[in-house]
């Protein structure tokens, strides 16, 4: 899987391809159908299965405060859609003059020019050029004028639901702290990154150490407590989650701390990734700290038993 940040030139490899435009934030259900489908027609047209994508999302220059949080970062969305089989991502800069592109001029100038497509794969709200001017109609004109084939699939429903899955609706699960529905619509569970930074040094002397995150780049679940898996490099650890303040000892500020479980060491100054598998409780005021340590244990055989489960059904 390839990574590249612009088109000059884009290598002849990844030319002449199965293309397909879109912001796959989160890389969800709809997204995988879309991938395969690009996959399969990269394979009839003997050529790369490649995804274009705009970073960051054309709203972040246009309407900043209506954008929302992201649920993945560039990199995390290469890894996912490589699992699905796509070969080259084209993480875009966007700029005012990209967006000031007519759909003609778009299609003409990175389409035909630049990547020399071959097909393109699409899903029916696909909007393109400036002031989201083009759409499906629009480029199945221009894909038939340049003998390009093109697919426009259906958006993807889940069995027994009217509603699509999309990324917003995935945004809105998230932000309500059901990482767990969230979870049943994305390809992977919801995943975030942080740095590890110093806290009030109250977790060792607890008997949990919890990892401070900082400096999360994509959407932060609702406060409450989670359990999910810690990755740290290449290796896992189930984790529980503590997304919120201290209430027990009177601290106030929202805090994303996470418990490797079985990890003895330092992960200071590290980066971290954390994936939620689902929601355990709200955040409480104990008593006491013994009250609170009592809880914790608790929380932690739950975490156990939920990334087994996760592992045993990932397995079958
Ligand atoms: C899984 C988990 C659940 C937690 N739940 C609560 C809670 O409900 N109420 C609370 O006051 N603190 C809770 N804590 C936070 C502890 O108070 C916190 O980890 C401790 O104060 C250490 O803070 P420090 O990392 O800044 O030293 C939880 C921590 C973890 C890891
Ligand atoms: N199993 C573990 N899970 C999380 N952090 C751990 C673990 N074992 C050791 N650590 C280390 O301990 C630190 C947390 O200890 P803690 O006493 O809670 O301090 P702080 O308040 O600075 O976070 C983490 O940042 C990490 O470097």
């Known amino acids: 899987m390839q990574l590249f940040r612009d088109l000059e030139p884009l290598s002849s490899e990844y ?28 394979d009839e047209v003997g050529g790369p299965a490649v995804v274009f994508t705009f970073d960051p999302h054309p709203v972040r220059l246009l309407r900043p405060e209506l954008a929302p949080p992201p649920l993945t970062w560039t990199r ?18 966007t700029t005012k003059d990209l967006l000031e592109l007519t759909p003609n001029e778009f299609f003409d100038q990175i ?39 093109l697919d426009i699939l259906a958006p993807f429903t889940r069995e027994g639901e009217t509603e699509f899955v999309s990324s917003s609706r995935i945004r809105k699960l998230i932000a309500a702290g059901d990482v767990q529905a969230a979870r049943e619509m994305l390809t992977q569970p919801y995943r975030m990154r942080g ?57 106030k500020a929202r805090k994303i701390e996470v418990h490797l479980i079985g990890f003895q060491g330092s992960l200071y100054g590290e980066p971290l990734e954390v994936s939620f598998l689902s929601r355990l409780r709200e955040v409480t005021t104990f008593p006491d700290v013994d009250a609170l340590r009592k809880q914790l244990a608790i929380d932690i055989e739950t975490t156990k038993q939920k990334f087994q489960d996760y592992q045993t059904k990932l397995s079958s």
């Open 76 to 93: 995390r969305k290469v890894e996912l859609l490589g699992e699905l089989g796509i070969d080259a991502v084209i993480a875009y800069p």
């Open 111 to 149: 389409i035909v020019q630049k990547m020399a497509a071959k097909a393109m794969v699409e899903g029916p709200n696909f909007n393109f050029g400036k002031n989201r001017a083009g759409d499906t109609t629009t480029l199945a004109k221009l894909c038939n004028e340049n003998g390009m084939q």
């Open 195 to 251: 740095m590890v930074t110093h806290g009030a040094g109250r977790g060792a002397s607890l008997g949990i150490p919890t990892a401070n995150l900082e400096a999360i780049d994509t959407l932060v679940p609702e406060i409450g407590v989670y359990a999910g898996i810690a990755h740290r490099g290449n290796a896992i650890y189930a984790a529980a989650i503590n997304i919120g303040p201290n209430p027990t000892f009177g601290e």
């Open 15 to 42: 030319r002449h391809g199965a293309l397909t435009i879109g912001n796959f934030d989160g890389v969800h259900l709809g997204h995988a159908r879309i991938a395969r489908q690009v996959r399969q027609r990269a």
